[in-house]
């Protein structure tokens, strides 16, 4: 008998879970923005990386699917920028990437005032569309594109630079929407795969980048 009232109870919560779910409709959002980027992990002799930040730029698309009151499913897709900079010896060198990203994240919406605090957290995937390197200092002054490939091997060109095109991560945010749709937000973005290809020129090379850094979006949502 208990086991039944449990399971009608359950049934009732999902019902009306879903009722209020569907009478809140979808909401489509426009958002860009600015990125501050930079590469984490080791270099070819497995010593920590000390990179500095570039600033970027992201726009985009998003939807905000409701679950349960005040839960939503946010998937979206942006073109952004990321990138490093590093400075060894006298060579500057700037690293500036592309990506068509797909964030999909979990979104808590609590009413705050005349608008709603937004707390986000989900998952990423990205994949490099094109980018450029540039090399500074002294007499030296060097720029190329970059080459998306997963493996560089010995009779591949010496002056090309090199990147996996897919990316990975998770993304963090924080904001607020006020009650026009207007809305601001601020996140952390860490990838979790390397993103330098493996390169059979180097013996015994020990290096791993990640993309990582933080950005400011300001958006509204129809």
């Known amino acids: 008998m208990k086991t039944r009232l449990l399971i009608i109870a359950i049934a009732l919560l999902f019902s009306a879970n879903l009722a209020v779910a569907q009478e809140a409709k ?14 984490n992990g080791k270099d070819f002799d497995g010593d920590k990386l000390e990179n500095d930040m570039i600033i970027g730029y992201h726009g985009g698309v998003n939807v905000q699917i409701p679950i349960v009151p005040e839960f939503y499913f ?36 609590g009413l705050l005032g005349n608008g709603y605090i937004m707390l986000g957290f989900g998952p990423y995937i990205s994949y490099g569309i094109m980018g450029s390197a540039n090399y500074e200092g002294g007499s030296l002054s060097y720029e190329n594109d970059i080459v ?3 493996v560089v091997e010995s009779g591949d060109p010496l002056l090309d630079t090199y990147f996996k095109a897919f990316d ?7 904001g607020y929407e006020m009650g026009g749709g207007i809305f601001a937000q601020l996140n952390t973005q860490f990838g979790m795969l390397q993103i330098n290809p493996e390169d059979n020129r180097i013996p015994d090379n020990e290096s791993v980048l990640r993309n990582t850094g933080f950005g400011f979006s300001l958006g509204y949502r129809f």
């Open 26 to 39: 979808m909401r489509f959002g426009v958002l860009g923005g600015i990125n501050m980027q930079t590469f």
């Open 168 to 174: 990975a991560g998770g993304n963090i945010f924080v």
């Open 74 to 109: 946010q998937p979206g897709v942006l073109f952004t920028t990321k990138g490093a900079k590093n400075t060894s010896g006298s060579v500057t060198s700037t690293y500036k990437i592309s990506y068509i990203e797909v964030p999909l994240n979990l979104v808590y919406k």
């Open 148 to 150: 998306f490939q997963n």
